[in-house]
């Protein structure tokens, strides 16, 4: 088998975060009499820098808010949300099954390392990573291709023989700029995106197998 590596996305790949960051967001709006559109989300899906609810929000009263308390309690809900669900479907058995094959497993994110780490051991599957590399660990963050870049060579692995899974295009976009197959299991937020020029799209994890990703490459 040459599959060198198999490289993760964290949020809405390994769990769905889009929806309880989404929901969770629109809560504290609600708290102030406003609401999160799903089209305004939906223009932050995947990127760094772009739209910014709290921003937004603070645009909508027309006035400064005090973030201390409400990013907690907003953050605390958040992760209250998203281990309800649990990881999604057909992940846990995709990386076991690379485990069992002596694929090293990475995750490349675009959040901050503590946060994906401890996302990881909640969900009891930090045992099976390898490597951990998000955007405070490198110069640009996605759709550059630094973060898979650097996961790879901590993994000791060839781009060229690397699959990473995403769930937007700035994802697979930076996966493609770093040489390796991009599979794309996109989401409400992101499936209007452009996904053309990824190398598999599928609606689940549970689509995919080993054998499946070693023969894309």
Known sequence: MNLQSLIFFFFDVIVDTE???????????????????????RGATGYVGGFDPGVH??????????????????DARNWELTLKQGVLPGIRELMLAAVDAGIPIGVASNSG??????????LGLRSFIRAIVTRDMVVNPKPAPDVYLKTAETLQASPTFSVALEDSEPGYR???????????IPNQFSERQ???AADLV????KALSLERLVGLL
């Open 194 to 196: 452009d996904l053309s």
């Open 113 to 122: 390392f503590g946060w994906v780490n401890d996302g990881l051991e909640r």
């Open 57 to 74: 929000l603070e645009g909508l009263l027309g006035r400064k808010l005090d973030w201390q308390n409400l990013v907690l309690r907003r």
């Open 202 to 205: 599928v609606p689940s994890a």
């Open 19 to 41: 929806k309880p960051g989404f929901d969770s967001w629109n809560e504290l709006y609600a708290d102030f009499g406003q609401k999160l559109t799903l089209d305004d989300w």
């Open 174 to 184: 930076a996966a493609k700029a770093a040489g390796m197959r991009a599979v794309v």
